[in-house]
């Protein structure tokens, strides 16, 4: 079965510095990728997926994440934090021939920004 | 404007009783979703439906059911025999279960008092 990780259930890094969200699956192929953002008794908003092609994927809001087959890693990274990017973040895979009821999420990421 | 609604956003029952949440797409999709949501969890499957009138269980479907009578809706309920039903629930959709993509949205809080 396929499994996510997210390294670190709360990260905090100051306004301007840099983001760094670490996801990690299990699978014995590579599955399909997301990134989700959840502000405060929201539902979940798609930031970025990875399906096929180019390993560098860019989403919402000056958010990429790199697909590291090697690594068996999805790392979600922004340049320069601003305090809107306050939010939980959650890294979700789903098989490639399984469909959709099979996304799995990781236990997320709360992230804080410190002025 | 296309999108999922939940209704309502707030919820209190009182122990014992089943409750019903609402959830209605107006995106075409074919396949919808509900999901509950607990702090540290992350998310976890209830039920999904591929198509009206059919529907499959999925990680934790006991104490709860569901219906699809419309293409657009998926309403919830949950029933006595849920446990610990105090949680944030979400339904989603996707334009049908071979897709990668699911849409999310804004979600239910239920407490159960």
């Not at chain 1, 798609?46 to 068996?72: D, P, Q, R």
């Not at chain 1, 890294?91 to 959709?100: F, H, K, S």
């Not at chain 2, 499957?45 to 269980?57: A, E, G, P, R, T």
């Not at chain 2, 919830?76 to 279960?97: D, G, R």
Request: hydrophobic letters at 30%.
């Amino acid at each position: 079965a396929q499994s996510v990780t997210q390294l670190g259930s709360h990260v905090s890094v100051s306004e301007g510095a840099l983001v760094l969200l670490r996801c990690n699956y299990s699978s014995s192929v590579p599955p399909y990728l997301f990134w989700y953002v959840q502000y405060p008794n929201q539902g979940l908003q798609l930031l970025l997926k990875y399906t096929t092609g180019a390993t560098l994927v860019k989403g919402i809001n000056g958010f990429e994440a790199e697909f590291k087959k090697s690594e068996t890693s999805f790392h979600l990274t922004k340049p320069s934090a601003h305090m809107s990017d306050a939010a939980e973040y959650f890294c979700a895979v789903t098989p490639r021939e399984g469909g959709a009821q099979k996304l799995v999420f990781g236990q997320g990421t709360r992230l804080t920004i410190n002025p | 404007d296309g999108g999922i609604t939940q209704s309502p956003k707030y919820l209190f029952r009182k122990e014992g009783q089943n409750v019903t949440l609402s959830c209605e797409q107006n995106l075409n999709h074919d396949a919808m979703y509900w999901y509950r949501q607990d702090p540290g969890q992350g998310l976890r499957l209830i039920y999904y439906s591929q198509i009206v009138n059919d529907f499959q269980k999925g990680d934790i479907a006991e104490g709860y059911s569901v219906s699809r009578e419309k293409k657009e809706s998926f309403p919830l309920t949950v029933t006595s025999a849920q446990k610990n039903p105090t949680a944030f629930y979400l339904c989603a959709s996707s334009p049908w279960t071979g897709t990668d993509t699911q849409y999310f949205g804004p979600g239910t809080r239920l407490t159960v008092l």
